[in-house]
């Protein structure tokens, strides 16, 4: 047209660009999200936060009226209190923090505490370790269970994969392996209350949910749902990814297929709680206690005591844990009863005085506990999180290095995403 005009002797027409609403959408208010909100924030940059729930936190989020106390119905420790700044956090607050698992792990088999428990288990686990180190010279990845021996290796694998949320045949031995090991916290009013109170200070909106991401022009995406649409420079997303590769969030145009095979192989993992609230607390039981017959019958149960409230925990997971979620909340609510009981005696049946059920694989927003690797894409978390054209950028079950299934690795994945987009900024 310009040039036309020109030809013509009459002015070109040129047309501004709209401008942008903020300078980063990040989508999501989850650790990952509300910690990029932060650092996009310090460093000047105007940033909206789309919240798809009516709460903030994500995964992280302490309960306090089902059971008429603190209950963290998805994270609850603090890994690595070593290295996690959460703890300090905590404490600048005011909050009180206890070192958990001080007693170490009771092993139950047929109901009863098996003796030096712990101590086979451990060495149980270590001549896992050394087979899946001889095994691994091929150089191919495999699943933790197919390296066990014995019934109490088999015992460790499923034990390994119940922290992972997944089952031993399921683990990925190169992803289980990148994955960091230290002391765990748990701090006074829950993990859930301290990620919401550190971020006090983000606008979030809330009800918010993207529906779609249009990333086709060169200078701006756009993202739009039932509140209408924003442009911005950049996004970052930190929905989980299997709520991604369910395709609740339209990408226009679509994201590439290597993108797209890794959230096809990150799949939410099953790790389902039970909440029971007791007349007093159970200072006679073990804090942590592992079934190992369920174990070996792939039905993986475990058991929290919490030292200090009149508060168990079940926990189911794997291919157990989303058989009891298809069955729906009066199986899993049942179930939690039984396994308590199975653990720690009849006794205890009479002084149940409440349930709750945090089941995450039946939540849409989120479609599992947290990402769980498939066997031999082990790089998934690392292609998932590499940033897109500079404007796309990933974070939560992403990378995270050490730490990706915790709420310090979402934070940590959700503060690097800030700091590639303040650094490209200012290149």
């Not at 034990?159 to 992972?164: E, G, I, S």
């Not at 086709?216 to 993202?223: E, L, M, P």
């Not at 099953?270 to 792939?298: N, S, Y």
């Not at 039905?299 to 508060?311: F, I, K, N």
Request: charged share 20%; net charge positive; glycine share 12%.
């Amino acid at each position: 047209m310009a040039a036309g005009a020109a030809l013509m002797g009459a002015p070109a027409i040129v047309r501004a660009a709209r401008p942008v609403e903020a300078d980063v959408v990040v989508i999501g208010a989850g650790a990952a999200g509300l910690a990029a909100a932060r650092a996009l924030r310090a460093g000047g940059r105007r940033v909206v936060v789309l919240e798809a729930r009516n709460r903030i936190g994500g995964r992280a989020h302490t309960d306090t009226a089902a059971l008429g106390l603190p209950f963290d119905r998805g994270a609850h420790w603090l890994h690595s209190a070593s290295v996690n700044p959460f703890l300090a956090e905590a404490r600048r607050l005011g909050r009180r923090t206890w070192l958990s698992g001080e007693d170490g792990l009771t092993l139950l088999r047929g109901g009863r505490a098996l003796k030096d428990g712990e101590a086979q288990l451990e060495a149980a686990m270590a001549q896992l370790e050394r087979r899946v180190v001889r095994r691994s010279l091929l150089g191919a990845d495999f699943a933790l269970g197919q390296a066990a021996g014995d019934e109490m290796q088999q015992v460790a694998a499923e034990y390994a994969a119940f922290t992972l949320a997944t089952d031993r045949d399921r683990l990925s031995v190169q992803d289980y392996g990148a994955l960091a090991d230290g002391e765990d916290h748990v701090v006074e009013g829950g993990f859930g209350q301290l990620v919401a109170d550190l971020a006090a200070d983000v606008p979030v909106r809330t009800g918010h949910g993207v529906q779609k991401i249009d990333w086709r022009a060169s200078d701006r995406v756009r993202v739009s749902g039932a509140f209408g649409a924003l442009d911005a420079r950049q996004v970052v997303i930190t929905v989980p990814p299997p709520v991604l590769a369910r395709g609740t969030i339209a990408f226009d145009p679509p994201l590439p297929v290597l993108r797209q095979a890794a959230l096809d192989a990150l799949q939410g993992g099953a790790f389902i709680k039970v909440g029971l609230r007791l007349d007093r607390p159970l200072t006679e039981a073990p804090e942590f206690a592992f079934d190992m017959d369920a174990a070996l019958r792939h039905e993986t149960t475990a058991l929290y005591v919490d030292p200090r409230l009149p508060l168990a925990t079940v926990i189911f997971s794997g291919r157990h844990a989303r058989a009891l979620s298809t069955a729906g909340p009066g199986a899993l609510t049942a179930a939690g009863r039984a396994a308590l009981v199975a653990m720690l005696g009849s006794s205890l049946r009479g002084r149940i005085t409440a349930t709750t059920v945090a089941d995450w694989t039946s939540d849409p927003f989120a479609l599992g506990a947290y990402s769980v690797v498939k066997v031999g894409q082990a790089r998934a978390r690392q292609v998932y999180g590499t940033p897109i054209d500079h404007r796309l950028f990933f974070a939560g079950d992403s990378d995270g290095k050490a730490y990706a299934v915790t709420v310090m690795g979402a934070r940590r994945s959700g503060e690097a995403a800030g700091r590639a987009i303040l650094a490209r900024a200012r290149g």
